[in-house]
């Protein structure tokens, strides 16, 4: 992949990348009102929950992205329009997409799995890491917000490191055990339905090479974990997979506070 050049991020990140993530809860304070998100997408806002430990304009949070972050010019593009997306604040954070591609880069990865794309932020973050003959499985059953991510795959070069697939990850996922294709892949990054990510999890571990890295995303869930509600699937779901995980002795793990909260499991 290219080296990723350092940006100068002040006013840019503060409007665009941390609007991601606060930019709903603004709206609700001011009394906009936007539609409501998909349930299979509820949840999700990589930003949200950091912001509320450190505050939406607080100088430590700009300090920390203006000293770590380095983003493609065509990444940056995407990011600020998926920013205009009405659910823009579904993508993952932008120092969280760093980290994975970071292991993505530090493991060699060849193959990796992407279990939800939403408009391909993170998808083209790990292709541009990734060596030319390397691959993204991209699981995904809405092409509409892919599209908006296409183009700049293309322009960045990378667009054939990208198997798009729009059909339930858990076919996709079948698919690939059923064609021979256990323990052949390096990383795999989990963030689509909360519910099924028990499921999804179990799958990855089977498709993962030993040494692999699952990073599965949203596990604090705006710290709604800490007290489930019964009625609440996917919080239930992110609870019980959270327990399972620390529990689970086919991987060593690392829960971090980015984002939404990431735990990384690393196969064993």
């Excluded at 990444?75 to 969280?96: E, F, I």
């Excluded at 994975?100 to 060699?108: P, Q, T, Y």
């Excluded at 408009?119 to 599209?147: F, H």
Aim: glycine letters at 8%; a positive charge; one cysteine or more.
């Amino acid at each position: 992949g290219s080296e990723m050049p350092l940006l100068s991020v002040p006013k840019e990140v503060a409007v665009g990348t941390a609007m991601l993530g606060i930019a709903f809860a603004t709206g609700v304070l001011a009394g906009k009102r936007r539609p409501p998100a998909p349930p299979h997408t509820r949840g999700r806002g990589g930003f949200a929950l950091l912001l509320n430990f450190i505050g939406k304009s607080s100088p430590l949070w700009q300090y920390i992205l203006d000293h770590s972050l380095r983003e493609h010019p065509i990444l940056k593009k995407l990011r600020l329009l998926t920013a205009d997306h009405p659910w823009g604040r579904m993508m993952v954070s932008c120092d969280q997409a760093q980290l994975m591609a970071n292991l993505v880069k530090l493991i060699k990865a060849k193959k990796v799995l992407e279990i939800g794309v939403f408009t391909g932020y993170n998808a083209l973050n790990m292709a541009l890491v990734l060596p030319d003959n390397g691959r993204v499985i991209a699981c995904d059953i809405n092409e509409d917000y892919a599209k908006i991510g296409k183009p700049l795959w293309k322009e960045a070069g990378v667009d054939h490191k990208i198997d798009l697939r729009i059909k339930p990850a858990i076919q996709t996922l079948d698919e690939l055990l059923a064609s021979g294709e256990a323990e052949t892949f390096d990383f795999a990054f989990i963030d689509a339905d909360k519910e099924s990510y028990n499921e999804y999890y179990e799958k990855c571990l089977r498709l993962i090479k030993k040494g692999g890295i699952i990073a599965i995303d949203n596990v604090l869930f705006s710290g709604k974990v800490l007290k489930p509600r019964r009625d609440d699937l996917a919080v239930q779901s992110i609870h019980r997979l959270n327990e399972k995980l620390l529990r689970d002795s086919r991987v060593s793990i690392s829960m971090l506070p980015m984002g939404d909260g990431v735990t990384l499991a690393f196969k064993l």
